[in-house]
C-alpha cells in the first residue's frame, strides 16, 4: 500500500472544453501517485461534457455536471465530493508543471502548524506559450498582515490541508469575485503559510478571464477586509491595517483614473488612502500622476 497520502485536485470548470482536457492531463502526468481528480462542471453550455468522455476509463477522474451558480459553489462541490487528506484547485484552462505535488507535499512535513504551501508560477499565452511571471515578493509563516496589504498567495498554485476547510469553511459563495483573497484571510488566522520557490504552474492569459474585472475586485476586496478584520480585530496591529487600507484606495484609486477616467474618484480615493497613512508615497505620486497633466 502507498505511504503517499492522498491528494484531491478540484478543477471548476464553465465553458473551458477548449482547453479542459489539457488540464486534466497535467494532473494525470504527476510523478506523484496518489491522486484524485474532482472536475466540477458549472453549467457549461460548450463541448465540456464531450471532451470529458476520455477520461471515463480513468478511476482517478470523476465528472461532476451541476447547474450554473458560480465559481465558489463549483469549488465547495469538489471539496465535499473529495477524499483527500490534502486538496488542491486548477483552473481549466491553466497546467500543472510535472512535479508540482512531489515537491510540495514534503513541505508539510516541516511543521503540523503549516495549512498551506504555494510556489511561484509563470504566465502563458491562449496558444500555450510560456512566458516569465513579474518577480514579487512572496512570505512565509504568518502572513495576515502581508496578505491584508497585498494578496501574495498565488492561489491556484496552493495545496490545503482538508483540516484547513473543517476549521475555518469553505468558499465564500457570496462573493462574485475574491473567493480565494477571503478563503486565505481566514485560514491565515489559524495556520501558517509556506512559500516554495519554484514554478509549478503555468497561469494562461487570455481576454475572456473574469480576473480582469479589476473594479468589482477591488470592490470585493474591501468587503472581504472590511469583514476579517470585524471578525478579528487584534489579530494585526494598527500600523498593518493602515497600510492595507492605503494599498487598497491606491489601486482602486488607479483603476478609476485609468480605466474610468474619473478623475474625482480617483482623488478621493487617494486622500481616503492618506488619512489611513499620511505619508504613503504611492498616494503621493498618484495624486501628482493626476494633478499635472503628462506630456
Known amino acids: 500500500m502507498s505511504s503517499q497520502k492522498l491528494v484531491s485536485i478540484v478543477i471548476a470548470n464553465y465553458n473551458m472544453g477548449k482547453f479542459l482536457p489539457l488540464a486534466v492531463q497535467s494532473v494525470l502526468n504527476q510523478t506523484y501517485s496518489n491522486i484524485e481528480i474532482h472536475v466540477v462542471d458549472d453549467g ?14 480513468d478511476p482517478r477522474v470523476h465528472y ?24 488542491a484547485f486548477l483552473d481549466a484552462d491553466d497546467l500543472w508543471t510535472p512535479t508540482k505535488i512531489e515537491i510540495q507535499m ?10 498551506v504551501v504555494y510556489t511561484n508560477y509563470s504566465l502563458m499565452t491562449e496558444e500555450g506559450e510560456i512566458i516569465p511571471a513579474p518577480s514579487r515578493k512572496y512570505y512565509s509563516g504568518n502572513i495576515t498582515g502581508r496578505l491584508l496589504i497585498e494578496n501574495i498567495v498565488t492561489g491556484m ?11 475555518v469553511g469553505l468558499f465564500d459563495e457570496s462573493l462574485p469575485m475574491g473567493i480565494d483573497y477571503d478563503l486565505w484571510l481566514r485560514i491565515s488566522a489559524k495556520y501558517e503559510f509556506l512559500f516554495l520557490d519554484e514554478i509549478t504552474y503555468h497561469y494562461r ?27 478579528y480585530p487584534s489579530l494585526v496591529d494598527q500600523k498593518t491595517i493602515d ?10 484609486g488607479r483603476c478609476l483614473a485609468e480605466l474610468r477616467k474619473d478623475r474625482l474618484g480617483a482623488l478621493k480615493d487617494y486622500l481616503h488612502a492618506l488619512k489611513n ?6 498616494a503621493w505620486k498618484s495624486i501628482v500622476k493626476l494633478l499635472i497633466p503628462q506630456p
Open 106 to 115: 514534503p513541505c508539510f512535513n516541516t511543521s503540523s502548524k503549516v495549512g
Open 64 to 87: 461532476h455536471y451541476k447547474p450554473n451558480q458560480g465559481q465558489a459553489s463549483a469549488k465547495n462541490r469538489g471539496i465535499l465530493e473529495s477524499k483527500g487528506d490534502f486538496i
Open 277 to 282: 497613512k499620511p505619508g504613503y508615497l504611492p
Open 157 to 167: 498554485t496552493s495545496i490545503v490541508r482538508r483540516e484547513c476547510f473543517e476549521t
Open 205 to 231: 492569459q487570455w481576454g475572456g478571464q473574469m480576473s480582469h474585472n479589476y473594479m468589482k475586485r477591488y470592490e470585493c476586496g474591501i468587503k472581504i477586509m472590511k469583514r476579517f478584520l470585524e471578525t
Open 243 to 252: 497600510e492595507a487600507w492605503a494599498h487598497t484606495y491606491v489601486g482602486r
Open 44 to 57: 457549461s453550455t460548450d463541448d465540456s461534457t464531450e471532451v470529458m468522455k476520455q477520461f471515463d476509463s
